[in-house]
Nanobody, 126 residues
Framework: QVHVVESGGGLVQAGGSLRLSCTASGRTFSDYAMGWFRQAPGKEREFVASISWYGRSTYYGDSVKGRFTISRDNAKNTMYLQMNSLKPADTAIYYC???????????????????WGQGTQVTVSS
């Protein structure tokens, strides 16, 4: 199993930027597609972005397209989420997730992910 820990959250003004990191340990990092989800207070967890094994394929949720960029550095066992033009609506706890199986090239739904981090808080002030 791959274990993941998020970092990089914080408080930022609207229009600002943050970069989240997700550092993995355990099994071979490059064998697993990964993703980011977020959950705002009182709302269900929402898909943000996902990336394939070597980063050749990426998907984004409609609300973040054009503003967020997902990437990974397999040599560092780390995935990133660069968030630009942040809005108050982006305020949430952001979770890093690892797909359940090495056979999954990329995924966008929660049921496909088996390992989750503890989350990192992102707060965007207006």
């Amino acid at each position: 199993q791959v274990h993941v820990v998020e970092s990089g959250g914080g408080l930022v003004q609207a229009g600002g930027s943050l970069r989240l990191s997700c550092t993995a340990s355990g099994r071979t990092f490059s064998d697993y597609a990964m993703g980011w989800f977020r959950q705002a207070p009182g709302k269900e967890r929402e898909f943000v972005a996902s990336i394939s094994w070597y980063g050749r394929s990426t998907y984004y949720g409609d609300s973040v397209k054009g503003r967020f960029t997902i990437s990974r550095d397999n040599a560092k066992n780390t995935m990133y989420l660069q968030m630009n033009s942040l809005k108050p609506a982006d305020t949430a706890i952001y979770y890093c997730a690892v797909v359940k199986s090495t056979g999954v090239a990329i995924a966008t739904t929660e049921v496909d992910f088996g390992s989750w981090g503890q989350g990192t808080q992102v707060t965007v002030s207006s």
